[in-house]
């Protein structure tokens, strides 16, 4: 029999999904009753001529003053989508401290650049189940 996962993690999004066309930062997502977390980036189609999209994971203490979260607390590599590397998903865990963390959309390069998109921060080893 398998494990239930479900009822051991909780999603929340940070990015909706849209059609991108310039920077857009994510929500805040709250982890104070967390001890992990990822985020998930989902790339879909880009459009536009040599289109570039950069992903930037950033936390907070307060939700207001976000800051780009230093190398040594992610897992893995924030995305740089182009038209040769769209439609992906990407993870980037989190093992920062702080108590809020967003995705944000830093810069879209090319000409009349698009990119379907959204990101989610998914929470892990609740001090409450969820």
């Known amino acids: ?17 849209a ?11 709250d982890l104070s009753n967390y001890h ?16 570039s999209f950069t992903f930037e994971v950033q936390d907070s203490d307060d939700n207001a003053a976000f800051a780009a979260v230093a190398a040594e607390f992610l897992d893995g590599d924030e995305p740089v989508v182009t038209g040769s590397n769209d ?3 990407y993870v980037i865990g989190y093992h920062g ?24 921060v ?3 080893k609740g001090r409450v189940k969820p």
């Open 1 to 17: 029999m398998r494990g239930d996962i479900k009822n051991s993690l909780s999603v929340a999004a940070t990015l909706l999904p």
């Open 19 to 29: 059609s991108r066309t310039a920077a857009a930062n994510g929500t805040g997502v």
């Open 36 to 51: 992990a977390a990822a985020v998930v980036i989902d790339a879909g189609a880009s459009g536009g001529t040599t289109p």
């Open 87 to 89: 439609e992906s998903v």
């Open 97 to 120: 401290i702080k108590r809020y963390l967003r995705v944000a959309i830093t810069a879209a390069t090319g000409t009349s650049p698009t990119l379907l998109c959204s990101a989610v």
């Open 122 to 124: 998914v929470r892990g």
